[in-house]
């Protein structure tokens, strides 16, 4: 067994834009950007329903396609970021403050995944 399976994980799931996801992409998809002055707060979503409906109804509007990423993170290091509740029963997010971001990225087992892309012409599901 290796270190990474016999680690407990938690899965997350982050709606992107283009740039962010660039920016993923930069990182050989293993870490998230630093966060610009204007944003606090990183804050990956607990379930895929809400990160796919952040995608396609705030990312493609803003900036032409929106992603829908998965990745895991050490399930000890995570229970120090309560789920938060921002809106409905479903609409949980983590709210890791800016500072704490490289270490978060630390903690991530394994790769972050695109799991969904939609597109300002057209919704479309690249995974499935």
């Known amino acids: ?8 994980t938690v899965t997350l799931w982050r709606p992107t834009g283009p740039e962010e996801l660039a920016l993923v992409e930069t990182s050989g998809w293993t870490a998230w950007p630093p966060r610009l002055p204007e944003q ?3 804050y ?3 379930n895929e329903d809400y990160a796919a409906r952040i995608a396609r109804d705030w990312n493609v509007p803003a900036s032409g396609s929106g992603y829908v990423t ?8 995570v229970k120090r970021y309560p789920v938060r509740q921002a809106g409905g029963q ?14 978060f990225n630390r903690h991530i087992v ?9 597109q300002a012409t057209a919704s479309a599901d690249i995974h499935g």
């Open 1 to 8: 067994m290796t270190n990474e399976q016999a680690r407990a």
């Open 44 to 46: 990956p979503v607990v």
């Open 70 to 77: 998965r990745f895991k993170v050490d399930a000890e290091f």
């Open 40 to 42: 606090p707060i990183f």
């Open 110 to 118: 394994g790769l972050i995944d695109v799991v969904h892309e939609f």
């Open 90 to 103: 479903t609409i949980l997010e983590l709210w890791v403050p800016a500072e704490e971001l490289e270490e």
